[in-house]
T-cell receptor, first 110, second 115 residues
Framework: GQQLNQSPQSMFIQEGEDVSMNCTSS?????WLWYKQDPGEGPVLLIA?????ELTSNGRLTAQFGITRKDSFLNISASIPSDVGIYFCAGNQAGTALIFGKGTTLSVSS | DAGVTQSPTHLIKTRGQQVTLRCSPK?????VSWYQQALGQGPQFIFQYYEEEERQRGNFPDRFSGHQFPNYSSELNVNALLLGDSALYLCASSLTQGRGQETQYFGPGTRLLVL
């Protein structure tokens, strides 16, 4: 099925470092969502974006809806061990199904 | 406020069997979407139910069918199971507000293994 281009595929960082990941789409989206998924669990919503250029924060997490409406990024500042997991971007055009990226696996060493 | 719930949590079936998975949406939500997530992949959209009807469908065969009840809960049925149907099946609920930007909240998933 159709998927977004999400990068990087995996990241290995030290505790305290900042992290950045992004997603690109060939289509214009109306919504960008960022989820975190722990092993054996369902995705948990982190940030939802609805307007081009929108910059939204949730604690140490910041995400932006790209001006072209074809991309989005997620930043995590001062990473901690509980940030470990798989981060998914997802987006859609109005009234269409959500499309997911393949995920970025984050590992944090203390 | 209960979030999205799914049952069962795990299921083992053999090829050719049929399976039914269940989902209760988050309180106040009226729309349920189902996804299949293979190991190492992002969720793939199966279909979405709203007002007890299938509103959208992804690229899945007719062996995958569903239902939504008046209380907004939903079932996913898969007939003639194949080994490739082994995956985590996720249910997501949202509130349809007519703007096409409804945020979806996921349940914990049902892990299906087909032997």
């Amino acid at each position: 099925g159709q998927q977004l281009n999400q990068s990087p595929q995996s990241m290995f960082i030290q505790e305290g470092e900042d992290v950045s990941m992004n997603c690109t789409s060939s289509s214009i989206f109306n919504t960008w969502l960022w989820y975190k998924q722990d092993p054996g669990e369902g995705p948990v919503l982190l940030i939802a974006l609805y307007k081009a250029g929108e910059l939204t924060s949730n604690g140490r997490l910041t995400a932006q809806f790209g001006i072209t409406r074809k991309d989005s990024f997620l930043n995590i500042s001062a990473s901690i061990p509980s940030d470990v997991g798989i981060y998914f971007c997802a987006g859609n055009q109005a009234g269409t199904a959500l499309i997911f990226g393949k995920g970025t696996t984050l590992s944090v060493s203390s | 406020d209960a979030g999205v719930t799914q049952s069962p949590t795990h299921l083992i079936k053999t090829r050719g069997q049929q399976v039914t998975l269940r989902c209760s949406p988050k309180s106040g939500h009226d729309t349920v979407s189902w996804y299949q997530q293979a190991l190492g992949q992002g969720p793939q959209f199966i279909f979405q139910y709203y007002e007890e009807e299938e509103r959208q469908r992804g690229n899945f065969p007719d062996r995958f069918s569903g239902h939504q009840f008046p209380n907004y809960s939903s079932e996913l049925n898969v007939n003639a199971l194949l080994l490739g149907d082994s995956a985590l099946y996720l249910c997501a609920s949202s509130l349809t507000q007519g703007r096409g930007q409804e945020t979806q909240y996921f349940g914990p998933g049902t892990r299906l293994l087909v032997l």
